[in-house]
């Protein structure tokens, strides 16, 4: 379900997206697209839950993905960096990656179990870009 | 030919990023891939080299250190773009350890990238005074 999100934040990343309005659009179109489709309210309520912990996932490796530029960038600015300076600059890189990559199955699981198949194809259906 | 179009697009590319990066608002710019900030620093600096090293020969050493950082950045933002086409894929559904490797083969092309970098900002080192790397690093 997140998959779209994913690709925009990822581009936001890399300068290649126009900020995070891809990712911001999709979770307030699956949140309408839950509203109007998921009639069971607790579901919906849990769904709900799930799309708000998704835009703080994404918000959390995007805030975790930027420390690490801004310390590279601080040594790249600084003639006496050494080479064990930059190591600690990188050593969130695989944790950090490997946290969201982990954060994003529970959160797809978890969406899986609280829809039915034909809510889940209607809700990516109207929050997908057109 | 060929390189000097690729460090000419690197140079427009570069000056984008910062101008979107600047223009996102405000006083910090957003977050981004340390590989994006890196590029985009190396780009700006390449055609201003001799203007901060007298040195003839230590000049050509630190513009082919930026042209070979910012050779290093094309080929992982390709490398990446190609990896993101992947992740994106809406193919549903999608297994945990799919998943998994999707993001490992991300991650492990931005790392590998950063170790070279790093390799080359150490050379970088080398091959300059605290001063004209003072006067590199004021170029935006």
Same mark, same amino acid.
């Given at each position: #379900?997140?998959?779209?999100?994913l690709?925009?934040l990822i #581009?936001?990343?890399?300068?290649?997206?126009?900020?995070?309005?891809?990712?911001r659009?999709?979770?307030?179109?699956?949140?309408?697209?839950?509203n109007?489709?998921?009639?069971d309210?607790?579901r919906r309520?849990?769904?709900?839950?799930t799309?708000?912990?998704t835009a +703080?996932?994404?918000?959390?490796h995007? +805030?975790?993905v930027?420390?690490i530029?801004a310390?590279v960038e601080?040594?790249?600015r600084?003639?006496?960096?050494?080479?064990?300076?930059?190591?600690?600059?990188?050593v969130d890189v695989?944790?950090?990656w490997?946290?969201?990559?982990e954060?994003l199955?529970?959160?797809d699981?978890?969406l899986n179990?609280q829809?039915s198949?034909?809510?889940?194809?209607a809700?990516?259906?109207?929050?997908e870009?057109? | 030919?060929?390189a000097g179009?690729?460090?000419?697009?690197?140079?427009?590319?570069g000056?984008a990023?910062?101008?979107? &990066?600047?223009?996102?608002?405000g !006083?910090e710019?957003?977050p981004?891939?340390a590989?994006?900030?890196a590029? &985009?620093?190396?780009?700006?600096r390449?055609e201003?080299?001799?203007l901060?090293?007298?040195?003839?020969?230590r000049?050509?050493r630190?513009r082919?250190?930026?042209?070979e950082?910012e050779?290093?950045?094309?080929t992982t933002?390709?490398a990446?773009?190609?990896e993101?086409?992947?992740l994106?894929?809406p193919?549903e559904?999608r297994s945990?350890d799919?998943?998994?490797t999707?993001?490992?083969?991300?991650?492990?092309?931005?790392?590998?990238?950063l170790? !070279?970098y790093?390799?080359l900002?150490l050379?970088l080192?080398r091959?300059t005074t605290p001063e004209e790397?003072a006067r590199?690093?004021?170029?935006?």
């Open positions: #379900m997140f998959w779209i999100a690709s925009a #581009m936001s990343l890399t300068g290649a997206g126009d900020d995070t309005y891809v990712i659009k999709f979770i307030e179109r699956a949140r309408d697209a839950v109007t489709h998921v009639k309210e607790a309520r849990a769904a709900n839950g799309l708000e912990r +703080q996932a994404f918000e959390k995007r +805030q975790r930027g420390k530029s310390c601080r040594l790249d600084t003639y006496a960096a050494a080479r064990a300076d930059y190591e600690r600059c990188l695989t944790p950090a490997d946290a969201a990559a954060d199955i529970v959160l699981r978890q179990e829809l198949p034909a809510e889940r194809a809700i990516r259906r109207d929050a870009p057109d | 030919m060929e179009i690729e460090r000419t697009l690197g140079i427009v590319l000056l990023l910062t101008a979107a &990066a600047s223009a996102c608002g !006083k710019p957003p981004q891939l590989t994006s900030g590029h &985009a620093r190396a780009a700006s390449i201003l080299v001799d901060v090293i007298a040195d003839a020969a000049a050509a630190v082919a250190l930026y042209v950082i050779r290093l950045m094309l933002k390709q990446e773009a190609g993101l086409r992947a994106g894929a193919r559904p945990p799919e998943t998994r999707l993001f490992r083969r991300f991650r492990a092309t931005e790392q590998g990238a170790e !070279k790093v390799a900002q050379e080192r091959a790397f590199l690093d004021a170029i935006r």
